[in-house]
């Protein structure tokens, strides 16, 4: 886990504390980008070489992050305004982050966590135009300061995203019924966030084979494990 102690810090990815003895990766992406699935072989990949990691997600997590994740994701409710919905998500990931990920990350623990802030930067910030440096400030306060050390940016276009969300037999969730324009601009959105925070995103192509993107994966995640001395090369 890296802590910024401020927002230039986080951008640029210098560390300034290693306070902690876990780490800590995030998946972003459109829907059906494929994150739960590469998560999935993450975790069992990182439990076959005996780490001690576990999945959680957001929003969810936490009994509270549940309640607002129903609140949120029902097609039957009647969208909140944008700042609202920013705010809903700021709080299940408050308490995700200081119930369940920082002291697993306290531990020594790996946490994967199915999306994370950069969700808000490019769905509020960018698809709903709430703009991303006020919501990163936000953000930053929400957590306290806590920042993935990596993130794996799964990058899928807006056409493919909506094929595999209708080959899929649950119901679309109520930002899944968002209109193509905001599935392009969430795209552009993450691929402006994968320049800004470069040391820290790593921009997967979502397009290949299944086992193919988790090589991909499985190649930085190995070169963060030697990095961190987890790993022996
Ligand atoms: N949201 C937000 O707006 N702001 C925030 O701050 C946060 C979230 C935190 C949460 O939904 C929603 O909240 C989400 C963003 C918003 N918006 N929506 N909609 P979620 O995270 O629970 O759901 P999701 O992101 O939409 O995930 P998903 O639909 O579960 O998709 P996924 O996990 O990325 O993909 P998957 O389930 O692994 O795969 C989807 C399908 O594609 C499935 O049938 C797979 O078998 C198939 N698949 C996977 N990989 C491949 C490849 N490589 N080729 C072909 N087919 C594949």
Redesign the pocket.
Known sequence: MVIYKNKIAGISGSAVDNASKGIFITFE?V???????QIKLLNKFLKEKGFNSFIT???GGTALGDSIRKL??NPENNGPVARAEALL?EAARAELTEKVIRPALDKGKIVIC??YFD??LA??GFARGLGIDSLLDLSLWATSGLVPDITFL?SLDASDSEK?LD??SRKR?R??HEDGDFKKKLQEGYNELAGRFKERIVLID?N???NK?FCDIKLKMLELLISRGWLTQ
Request: proline share 3%; no cysteine.
């Open positions: 992406g829907d059906g980008s494929g994150k739960t699935t997600r957001e929003p949120l994701l998500f199915d999306r969700s808000t769905y509020q799964l595999r080959r899929q969730d930002i899944e979502a290949k084979e299944i993107i």
